[in-house]
């Protein structure tokens, strides 16, 4: 059970969420994840898509990993995790972790198999007679991301 402290810091979050306020939501978020009652897998979850939106892919590896370490079979996690993979272009990575979040069976399961299909072109595409490409759309924000 999280604590009335993490709770207050979490509403914080969504607002500044809500707001699109992204380092300020990581901010909030990461705050209440250190609190003794703030280290469960939602929390952090929402940490790592906070740190995705704010294009900080580094520290969303971190606390999407920390998610996964709380629970395995919490397939956000994973999801969050391959996100930021395919941002930063290590596609191989994001489908493995895609594919991890594929094995436990969601219903979200048709849309990892279309993101496993979208990451498996964006990487065989990804270099073109030596060169490497243009940046990015990063899918999970849907904003430009620098090469």
């Known amino acids: 059970d999280c604590s009335a402290e993490v709770e207050q810091l979490a509403d914080l979050a969504v607002e500044a969420l809500r ?3 992204y380092p300020l ?3 909030y978020f990461q ?4 609190r003794p009652t703030g280290n469960c897998k939602e929390l952090l979850d929402n940490c790592a898509m906070a740190c995705l939106m704010a294009f900080d892919n580094h520290a969303c ?7 996964i370490k709380l629970d395995p079979k919490f397939p956000f996690g994973y999801l969050h995790r391959a996100r930021a993979y395919r941002c930063l272009q290590k596609f ?3 489908i493995a972790d895609l594919t991890a979040a594929l ?10 198999c279309r ?14 007679n030596g060169c490497t490409p243009p940046p990015q ?3 999970s924000a849907g904003r430009v991301q620098p090469s």
């Open 92 to 94: 191989d990575h994001a």
């Open 115 to 128: 993101e496993i299909s979208l990451t498996a072109l964006e990487q065989s595409n990804r270099v073109v």
């Open 25 to 27: 939501a990581v901010q």
């Open 61 to 67: 590896l971190v606390h999407a990993t920390n998610c």
């Open 19 to 21: 707001e699109q306020n």
């Open 137 to 139: 759309l990063c899918p």
């Open 103 to 112: 094995e436990l069976r969601t219903a979200n399961s048709p849309d990892i």
């Open 31 to 34: 705050q209440a994840a250190k």
